[in-house]
């Protein structure tokens, strides 16, 4: 069972990017973006479910967009109005149910791609 992310790169404050995650392990109950930066702990970024309801942390609600093509397995997180703070190695997950309440709790998540790095300078 395999997650691979594309389109990572480095790009300056307030550009965009979109990242993209496909793989046998794509599950259309439940897909996922996380990111880990430097030193920091791997948080939940946005979220998308079988009935197409999307979460997101409340840093990058209004920058960021989750979408999906379950006609390709494909999960896309389109990302505009990009920080400095958003430097982080980004990975996506999915899930087959929910076991906690907490949608972007890695809990819910039970496979993981190896990640794709994203740097953006000031």
């Known amino acids: 069972v395999t997650l691979v992310e594309s389109g990572g790169g480095s790009v300056q404050s307030g550009g965009s990017l979109r990242l993209s995650c496909g793989g046998s392990?794509?599950?259309?109950?439940?897909m996922a973006w996380f990111r880990q930066a430097p030193g920091k702990e791997r948080e939940g970024v946005a979220t998308?479910?079988?009935?197409?309801?999307?979460g997101y942390v409340d840093s990058v609600r209004g920058r960021f967009t989750i979408s999906r093509n379950n006609a390709n397995n494909t999960l896309y997180l389109q990302m505009n109005g990009l920080k400095p703070e958003d430097t982080a190695m980004y990975y996506c997950?999915?899930?087959?149910?929910?076991?906690?309440?907490?949608?972007?709790?890695?809990?819910?998540?039970?496979?993981w791609g190896h990640g794709t790095q994203v740097t953006v300078s000031s």
């Open positions: 392990g794509y599950n259309r109950y439940l």
């Open positions: 998308i479910n079988i009935d197409g309801g999307t």
């Open positions: 997950a999915s899930g087959a149910k929910y076991y906690t309440r907490d949608i972007l709790s890695e809990a819910n998540y039970n496979y």
